[in-house]
């Protein structure tokens, strides 16, 4: 769910980086984004298959002894998506948050605090999984009271890999499943230099896409001095970030935790509550009220039109009989008319 929440993140700083005219930015923050995502999300597939199926971060702790690849190529994942040069995802972030800079200050502030909240979370689940003080060698009612009665009040079993007093035995994965994780970390380090915005002869990615971007690219026109200023914020909102959770979860400050987890985090911000509480009630009577202008007023006006036309169409029909006698009685009615109106004109 981590790594999910976080891929919706970073798809907000692309369409941050599209909005602000950089559209080399986005691909570059796309294939970037792709190098460590992949590496974050087999790694916790490794987590994972090492745990015996365990998957809820509060039963882990102190896996970097256990699973050493694992956990050094997941660290590298973090480092870059929270944005610590000279990792891959450093330098794509930070061209997105230059060209927002460029477009409108507020815009690098909601990028900035962005960064700050990726670091911050991408912080805890390392600490929570690779550093503390291992939740798995003890039966989950002792390690982790909380997570025990979920899973009771949720009838969930423990898997396999579960020894008989509840501990877990966790271990390194193969090399078929460690090996994509060491070519990936590689690329989560490298990555960046596809595109090196503060230097225009390293701009490779962009160079190769101006055939296909060259018209409405916005460019940068701030001075080198501004652009490592920009840069150096994007590695203190990093900083910011991972020392918040440092100073939070990996020195276990038990009492901030339960006030950030307990009333915040597992509420999910509140956003669903918040939604439930809108939908039920005024946003519901909203959205009904406009059901019933687009069916009574948008709707009307148009089927309204379409039934005139028809039955102007079924009356006019009529006309049409089908016997020739009637239409020539129609012709000589109105060539009398029109002889008449002559006349008239000719005698007045």
């Excluded at 882990?60 to 480092?79: D, E, Q, V, Y």
């Excluded at 507020?106 to 503390?132: E, K, P």
């Excluded at 070519?183 to 160079?207: C, F, M, Y």
């Amino acid at each position: 769910k981590v790594l999910a929440y976080s891929t919706v993140s970073q798809l907000g700083y692309m369409f941050l980086a599209v909005g602000s005219g950089a559209y080399v930015a986005a691909i570059f923050h796309m294939i970037t984004h792709a190098f460590f995502k992949a590496l974050m999300f087999l790694g916790s597939g490794s987590v994972i298959h090492g745990m015996g199926g365990e998957q809820d971060m509060r039963r882990m702790g102190a896996l970097r002894k256990m699973m050493p690849i694992t956990s050094i190529t997941f660290i590298i994942g973090w480092l870059a998506i929270a944005g610590v040069p000279p990792f891959a995802g450093f330098w794509s972030k930070d061209e997105i948050l230059l060209y927002a800079f460029e477009k409108s200050p507020a815009l690098w502030a909601i990028g900035f605090a962005t960064a700050i909240l990726t670091a911050f979370y991408m912080s805890r689940q390392v600490f929570m999984v690779f550093f503390g003080t291992p939740k798995w060698d003890r039966p989950i009612a002792e390690a982790v009271p909380e997570l025990a009665q979920e899973r009771e009040d949720n009838n969930v079993h423990e898997g396999h890999g579960v020894g008989p007093a509840g501990e877990i035995h966790p271990h390194e994965s193969p090399w078929t499943m460690t090996l994509p994780l060491v070519v990936l970390a590689g690329l989560a380090v490298v990555g960046g230099s596809l595109n090196i915005p503060i230097v225009d002869r390293l701009k490779t990615l962009e160079h190769w896409l101006e055939p296909v971007v060259v018209f409405g690219e916005h460019h940068l026109s701030s001075p080198t001095t501004a652009k490592v200023s920009l840069a150096l914020s994007a590695t203190i909102g990093a900083i910011i970030g991972i020392a918040l959770a440092v100073a939070v979860y990996l020195r276990r400050r038990e009492d901030l935790i339960a006030k950030i987890e307990k009333p915040v985090l597992a509420k999910g911000w509140y956003f669903d509550s918040s939604i439930a509480a809108f939908m039920g009630g005024p946003g519901r009577k909203l959205f009904e009220g406009v059901a019933l202008y687009d069916k009574k007023v948008i709707d009307g006006a148009v089927n309204g039109v379409a039934s005139t036309v028809a039955k102007g169409s079924a009356t006019a029909s009529k006309l049409q009989t089908g016997y020739v006698r009637q239409y020539a009685l129609g012709l000589t009615i109105g060539a009398i008319v029109l002889v008449g109106l002559f006349l008239t004109k000719a005698v007045f």
